[in-house]
């Protein structure tokens, strides 16, 4: 069955330092790679995603991914953070048609001063 | 254009009661599936509808229920309701045709159990 690790449920950065953010995957089959992105009370956005092709995705508000299959990964970084990045991202796995998502359990990012 | 709709925004009920919750998908989607997200926690897949009928299902016991209309909104009902059916209810859209399509969420339907 597919899975998705994201390690680190907290994670703190200066305004203006690096963002990374880990997601690691169980998949059997090529997956789809999503990152998508909680505001405190609201749904959730679409930051990026991988489907075929390029393994370097551009997203949103700055964020890029690198889908790297020989270590089942696809970290979610942004140069430099902003305080309105300050939010939950979620790695999610979609293996073949239909909607079903399969998420990690979530990071809270945090944007200091 | 408008994205994904959901109704109601909040709402409380008692335990052992029944609710439905309703979603009107992005236009030109025909897939319509619904997550719970309980506090802390990612969301978890629990069904999805296409073509009025429901095509997967997640690991969710059958007090969980929907339905499709042929204008492709759907509803979700929860029967017997449990403290621990509180949550964030999420419904998501996309077309059935491409599997690479972005699936768009609403903003969620919060249900308290009390």
């Known amino acids: 069955a597919q899975s998705v690790t994201q390690l680190g449920s907290h994670v703190s950065v200066s305004e203006g330092a690096l963002v990374l953010l880990r997601c690691n995957y169980s998949s059997s089959v090529p997956p789809y790679l999503f990152w998508y992105v909680q505001y405190p009370n609201q749904g959730l956005q679409l930051l990026l995603k991988?489907?075929?092709?390029?393994?370097l995705v551009k997203g949103i508000n700055g964020f890029e991914a690198e889908f790297k299959k020989s270590e089942t990964s696809f970290h979610l970084t942004k140069p430099s953070a902003h305080m309105s990045d300050a939010a939950e991202y979620f790695c999610a796995l979609r293996e073949g048609g239909g909607n079903k998502l399969t998420f990690g359990t979530g990071t809270q990012l945090k944007v200091e001063l | 254009d408008a994205g994904v709709t959901q109704s109601p925004t909040h709402l409380i009920k008692t335990r052992g009661q029944q609710v439905t919750l309703r979603c009107s998908p992005k236009?030109?989607?025909?897939?319509v599936s619904w997550y719970q997200q309980a506090l802390g926690q990612g969301p978890q897949f629990i069904f999805q509808y296409y073509e009025e009928e429901e095509r997967q299902r997640g690991n969710f016991p059958d007090r969980f229920s929907g339905h499709q209309f042929p204008n492709y909104s759907s509803e979700l009902n929860v029967n017997a309701l449990l403290l621990g059916d509180s949550a964030l209810y999420l419904c998501a859209s996309s077309p059935r045709t491409a599997s690479g399509n972005t699936i768009y969420f609403g903003e969620g339907s919060w249900l308290t159990v009390v």
């Open positions: 236009s030109g989607h025909d897939t």
């Open positions: 991988y489907t075929t092709g390029a393994t």
